[in-house]
């Protein structure tokens, strides 16, 4: 492996670190190399906090090191004043003369300014070492800047014979297809994205929290659709354990294109990923509409001879893992609008 390859590795596996608490912040990896050591590494802390060079800087203890040293990060340092100064500034007040970029950043307030303020201070810089895989691993930030939506994760379980419901239900809870274990890392995934949709149905339905508690993780923002405001407080989706949205008709237009419309509300909101967990007809209509980026389909062993059909879809799959006797996989949407 490439030296600079080898470091913008580790700039990666560092950043992730950061997954589920630095939105709407990119999770960046920071590392400083100094005669083929590492002498300072940091990651984005949550949201309002330290970027990943300043806690990299910082773990750095002798600073006077730095003058000799090669800062690697996963995007773009940037240029502007936000919740902190800009980190394109640290570094030339450090005077660190060697900066490797993995990709520049295109949101509007960065977009190249970070790279040419380092190179006005006479900083060496290299742009687009495993570019594509910290473009991959920056996916929710750029998702949620250049498409102007939030990453989107389709979510279901089906059991064998292809449905994700009984035809009828007894009691106002959901009915497990897979098992536990599946189930705890579901409530993981709901730890590392900012926000978490269903429609009205399923919580008249389910009566679900939406919460992480088979998890240790911050509870994602709950969105609910109910269009004509039917749902009642009491509805464990309303409890104190998380912040709850809901969209009505008094937000968005339900006429058509609804998908889309509720894509623009969750960027006017500020929401750069959500995991959609609603049932066939709210998940067909963002299949439909091409406005999604992963499918995570788990198959469990039930069967339920009648119920509801899974939604019927076209994407790429790229990973398949077996948990006990359930199926998983993922899948990518190579149309995604």
């Given at each position: 492996?490439?030296?600079?390859?080898?470091?913008?590795?580790?700039?990666?596996?560092?950043?992730?670190?950061?997954?589920?608490?630095?939105?709407?912040?990119?999770?960046?990896?920071?590392?400083?190399?100094?005669?083929?050591?590492?002498?300072?590494?940091?990651?984005?802390?949550?949201?309002?906090?330290?970027?990943?060079?300043?806690?990299?800087?910082?773990?750095?203890?002798?600073?006077?090191?730095?003058?000799?040293?090669?800062?690697?990060?996963?995007?773009?340092?940037?240029?502007?004043?936000?919740?902190?100064?800009?980190?394109s500034d640290l570094i030339?007040?450090?005077?660190?003369?060697?900066?490797?970029?993995?990709?520049?950043?295109?949101?509007?307030?960065?977009?190249?300014?970070?790279?040419?303020?380092?190179?006005?201070?006479?900083?060496?810089?290299?742009?687009?070492?495993?570019?594509?895989?910290?473009?991959?691993?920056?996916?929710?930030?750029?998702?949620?800047?250049?498409?102007?939506?939030?990453?989107?994760?389709?979510?279901?379980?089906?059991?064998?014979?292809?449905?994700?419901?009984?035809?009828?239900?007894?009691?106002?809870?959901?009915?497990?297809?897979?098992?536990?274990?599946?189930?705890?890392?579901?409530?993981?995934?709901?730890?590392?994205?900012?926000?978490?949709?269903?429609?009205?149905?399923?919580?008249?339905?389910?009566?679900?929290?939406?919460?992480?508690?088979?998890?240790?993780?911050?509870?994602?923002?709950?969105?609910?659709?109910?269009?004509?405001?039917?749902?009642?407080?009491?509805?464990?989706?309303?409890?104190?354990?998380?912040?709850?949205?809901?969209?009505?008709?008094?937000?968005?237009?339900?006429?058509?294109?609804?998908?889309?419309?509720?894509?623009?509300?969750?960027?006017?909101?500020?929401?750069?990923?959500?995991?959609?967990?609603?049932?066939?007809?709210?998940?067909?209509?963002?299949?439909?509409?091409?406005?999604?980026?992963?499918?995570?389909?788990?198959?469990?062993?039930?069967?339920?001879?009648?119920?509801?059909?899974?939604?019927?879809?076209?994407?790429?799959?790229?990973?398949?893992?077996?948990?006990?006797?359930?199926?998983?996989?993922?899948y990518t949407n190579k149309?995604?609008?």
């Open positions: 492996m490439k030296i600079h390859e080898k470091y913008l590795t580790r700039c990666i596996e560092i950043a992730k670190n950061g997954l589920g608490t630095t939105a709407p912040n990119p999770m960046v990896g920071c590392v400083i190399v100094l005669n083929s050591e590492i002498i300072g590494e940091g990651f984005t802390s949550a949201y309002g906090c330290n970027h990943a060079e300043v806690n990299a800087i910082a773990a750095v203890k002798d600073k006077s090191l730095l003058k000799k040293a090669t800062l690697y990060v996963t995007l773009e340092p940037c240029s502007h004043f936000g919740k902190t100064p800009p980190c030339i007040k450090h005077q660190i003369p060697n900066v490797v970029i993995g990709t520049t950043d295109t949101h509007s307030q960065v977009a190249g300014k970070g790279i040419e303020k380092l190179k006005s201070s006479g900083c060496h810089v290299i742009v687009g070492v495993l570019e594509d895989k910290c473009k991959e691993h920056h996916k929710r930030f750029f998702t949620f800047h250049n498409k102007k939506r939030p990453y989107i994760i389709l979510k279901w379980a089906e059991t064998e014979d292809g449905l994700i419901a009984p035809e009828t239900r007894d009691k106002q809870k959901p009915v497990w297809i897979t098992n536990e274990q599946s189930r705890q890392l579901v409530h993981k995934w709901r730890a590392e994205e900012q926000a978490i949709f269903v429609g009205t149905k399923t919580v008249l339905e389910d009566n679900p929290s939406l919460t992480v508690r088979d998890w240790i993780g911050k509870n994602p923002i709950r969105v609910v659709l109910d269009r004509r405001n039917r749902l009642s407080k009491d509805f464990q989706i309303f409890n104190n354990e998380a912040i709850t949205l809901v969209v009505s008709e008094n937000e968005i237009e339900f006429s058509t294109n609804l998908a889309t419309r509720f894509c623009h509300y969750l960027h006017k909101e500020n929401i750069q990923s959500i995991i959609i967990e609603g049932g066939r007809q709210t998940l067909q209509t963002f299949i439909d509409e091409k406005l999604w980026d992963e499918a995570r389909v788990f198959t469990g062993k039930a069967i339920f001879n009648k119920g509801v059909k899974a939604p019927v879809f076209k994407g790429k799959q790229i990973q398949e893992f077996s948990i006990l006797d359930d199926k998983l996989r993922i149309s995604a609008c």
